[in-house]
C-alpha cells in the first residue's frame, strides 16, 4: 500500500469487482477528508437516508394494516374489560 498523497482525500477507494483501491482524488475539505467522505457527511447521509427510508416505509400497507391490528387487538382488550365489569355488577344485583 503506498502512502497517501496529502494534497487529496484520504479515503481509500475501490473499484470494480477487483481488491484494487487507490486514494480518493478529490481535494480535502475538512480534516483531510473530501466533503463526500467525511465522517459527518457519511453520518448525515445515512441518517437522511433513513428518514426518507421511514418516511415511505409508514405510507406502505403493510404498515398501516400492522397499526390497525394493533388497534384492533387494543381495542377489543378493552372491551373484554367491559364485558367482565359489566358481569360483575350484573351478578351484584342478583
Same mark, same amino acid.
Given at each position: 500500500? *503506498?502512502? &497517501?498523497? %496529502?494534497?487529496?482525500?484520504?479515503?481509500?477507494?475501490?473499484?470494480?469487482?477487483?481488491?484494487?483501491?487507490?486514494?480518493? *482524488?478529490?481535494? %480535502?475539505? !475538512?480534516?483531510?477528508?473530501?466533503?463526500?467522505?467525511? %465522517?459527518? *457527511?457519511?453520518?448525515?447521509?445515512? $441518517? #437522511?437516508?433513513?428518514?426518507?427510508? +421511514? +418516511?415511505?416505509?409508514? $405510507?406502505?400497507?403493510?404498515? !398501516?394494516?400492522? !397499526? #390497525?391490528?394493533?388497534?384492533?387487538?387494543?381495542? $377489543?382488550? $378493552? &372491551?373484554? @374489560?367491559? @364485558?367482565? #365489569?359489566?358481569? &360483575? &355488577?350484573? @351478578?351484584?344485583? +342478583?
Amino acid at each position: 500500500m *503506498s502512502s &497517501l498523497n %496529502p494534497h487529496n482525500c484520504q479515503k481509500r477507494v475501490y473499484h470494480g469487482r477487483f481488491l484494487l483501491s487507490s486514494q480518493c *482524488s478529490r481535494k %480535502p475539505w !475538512k480534516d483531510g477528508w473530501c466533503k463526500q467522505h467525511h %465522517p459527518d *457527511s457519511v453520518v448525515a447521509r445515512i $441518517e #437522511a437516508a433513513d428518514k426518507r427510508y +421511514e +418516511e415511505k416505509r409508514k $405510507e406502505s400497507p403493510w404498515y !398501516k394494516l400492522a !397499526k #390497525a391490528l394493533k388497534r384492533v387487538a387494543k381495542l $377489543e382488550a $378493552e &372491551l373484554t @374489560r367491559f @364485558r367482565s #365489569a359489566h358481569n &360483575l &355488577l350484573r @351478578r351484584g344485583k +342478583e
